[in-house]
């Protein structure tokens, strides 16, 4: 890193193309976990499924992009900042997930809270786990414009 006129680490610049792709991605994340939402609206004291739906959605779909875009394609710069930080980034929520927690305990459910919090953690780690195994076990066959990652020599 270099530093400034005024002696301050200057942070690198991410390229505007890797921008507007997350900026993409994450609008279609957000508008995706509003949909779901709107579709399992939620109470103060009920169980959050909309939210827990979006989260271990989320998780498996980010473990599926990982391994496609790491393990399985020569995929293109702008893949993993679009799927990955922009996508799933906006369409998962810890934000909402310590909020439903909150509002659970604040309405007297605190059962219910440790309920979801442990289906939450314990689903999302599940769910990332699934979505790796799928991602390479996947038989993907000739896709087009998609370029195979060459196999290592090592196996």
């Not at 400034?4 to 507007?20: D, F, I, N």
């Not at 998780?59 to 995929?75: D, K, P, Q």
Request: hydrophobic content about 50%.
């Amino acid at each position: 890193m270099s530093t400034g006129r005024e002696g301050r680490l200057a942070r690198p610049r991410a390229p505007l193309a890797v921008l507007g792709a997350i900026a993409l991605g994450g609008a279609a994340g957000t508008c995706a976990r509003a949909a779901l939402g709107l579709a399992l609206p939620a109470s103060t004291s009920s169980f959050p499924w909309a939210i827990l739906v979006v989260n271990l959605s989320g998780s498996l779909l980010l473990g599926l992009v990982m391994v496609l875009v790491l393990e399985r394609f020569s995929a293109t710069r702008l893949i993993r900042p679009l799927l990955a930080t922009g996508l799933c980034g906006a369409y998962t929520t810890f934000s909402s997930f310590v909020t439903e927690i909150d509002l659970l305990v604040r309405a007297g459910r605190p059962a219910l809270a440790a309920a979801y919090l442990v289906a939450s953690v314990v689903g999302g780690l599940a769910a990332v786990v699934v979505g790796t195994s799928a991602g390479r076990r996947l038989p993907l066959g000739r896709l087009p414009l998609v370029r195979r990652r060459p196999e290592r020599p090592d196996g």
